[in-house]
């Protein structure tokens, strides 16, 4: 145990080296091809909607089964990396993520392509529950900012690179959308064997939660159905009503089920500290407000506005290239003056951002007016992302850095699945079904301006919405604890 102990209290000596900027380079590889993953991905849908003949609930949950299977093992592989060794389980992650993509473009059928979507979840998450602990692990407190902030910047760069090209890749057929991840991912297998070692693993065995994860999985799992199903099939029918009972009995089960274990999926006692559990509701709202903004703008540009998918790529850029260009500057400015004003400032730009969007976009919309809009909201999201990520991980003992991480993802995951799942009960709900699959296949040529309008009228009130609960989170994150607490955390540590 001392040995174990010495070894610990020399990493900071060790990791002072080159090593970190190896692991930032290759976890910023896995940050880069988890961003493509989803971007590329998006601006594809209308286009795999016509070329699978597959209703639009089939083709949302290609989307939905990558980020549930992820959502859903996240908690877990955070802790099994804190047990058995993060580069191990990122290397598998990498690995099993590759072979998906590969897989995946050639599903013949919508169900097996959601199967295989899943099986990449868990490899996704793999990835990302094990990324910031390598990154924490290996960079000193006073550069963990920006350290978090180029890993931030990297997923810019993918948000802004991806939807451009998921246009031009879809030119060739949509199965490109996942081909082009398997170079990616072979060389970051390669190099994340070759470059990564193995920093504050624990010699503690525990025990996995599985009642905790199987609720927690219904429970999710029902919600999303509910939200996806109830505005495009109704909300009477039995499977939306199911979905909502799954999450109404699952989710209260849920917590008083980790309460009660002494090695929980779920650890609320790191929720004890202020610092962790308002940065982390904060992470929540965000990727509540921006994920659904962007579904939003894909169908958007490629359904009323009729562009074709390279084009709708091009448009949404300013969103993700005004996040790159800010990501790492707010990082500094997290390292130099904490967390708190960097991280409220970008919840209030992006609530204001959204809340423009709401009041100008229209079906004849001009576009510079929508690139101020859509930019405002990535320089949110770029002043959010790093301080705030790099609040959370700091606020716990590097023994507990990979449930932390895996935590901060799930809630990130949590938000970004329910907006996706929230716009589209709103806007599906109020058109017709022949219209509703013409608008998400990108055909709209020889529709009415009244047939597009209720579509339109949907995206109104659902950025309004999104808007709202960005702002409100604005002085829920003033009050998170101050910065001083995370330094004496590390040195406690």
Known sequence: MEATSVAARAQPAETASTYRWWALGVTSVGALLAALNMSTLVIALPAMVRSLHAGLLDVVWVLLAYMLAQTAAVLTVGRLGDMWGRKRLYTAGFALFTAMALAAGFASSTWLLIALRAVA??????????????????????????????????????????????????????????????????????????????????????????????????????????????????????????????????????????????????????????????????????????????????????????????????????????????????????????SRLPASSGLLLTGIGLAGMAATVGIHSTYPLLAFWMALVGVGGGLFNSPNASSIMAAVRPAERGVASGIRMLVAFMGSMVSIAFVLAIVTSSMPRTVMLRIFSGVTSGLADAQVQPFVTGMQAALWVLAAVSLVAVPLSLTRGAEASRRGTEAAA
């Open 121 to 338: 979840g868990v490899g996704g998450a793999l990835m990302v529950a094990n990324s910031g602990a390598i990154v924490t692990d290996a960079f000193p407190r006073r550069e963990l900012g920006v350290a978090l902030g180029i890993n931030a910047m990297v997923v810019g760069v993918g948000a802004a690179v991806g939807p451009v090209l998921g246009g031009w890749l879809t030119q060739f057929g949509w199965q490109w959308v996942f081909w082009f991840n398997v170079p990616l991912g072979l060389v970051g297998t390669y190099v994340s064997i070759a470059v990564l070692r193995e920093l504050n693993a624990s010699t503690r065995r525990q025990r996995l939660d599985v009642a905790g994860n199987l609720l927690f999985l219904v429970a999710t799992t029902g919600l999303l159905i509910a939200l996806t199903m109830g505005g495009i099939e109704g909300w009477s029918q039995p499977l939306v009503v199911a979905g909502i009972i799954a999450f109404v009995a699952g989710a209260p089960a849920f917590v008083v089920l980790e309460l009660h274990r002494a090695e929980p999926l779920l650890d609320f006692g790191l929720f004890r500290n202020r610092l962790f559990t308002v940065a982390n509701v904060a992470q929540l709202v965000n990727g509540t407000a921006r994920m659904g903004f962007l579904f939003l703008l894909i169908f958007y540009f490629q359904g009323p506005q009729q562009k074709d998918p390279v084009t709708a790529g091009v448009l949404v850029m300013p969103l993700a290239l005004t996040m790159f260009l800010v990501s790492a500057p707010s990082g500094w400015i997290s390292d130099h003056l904490g």
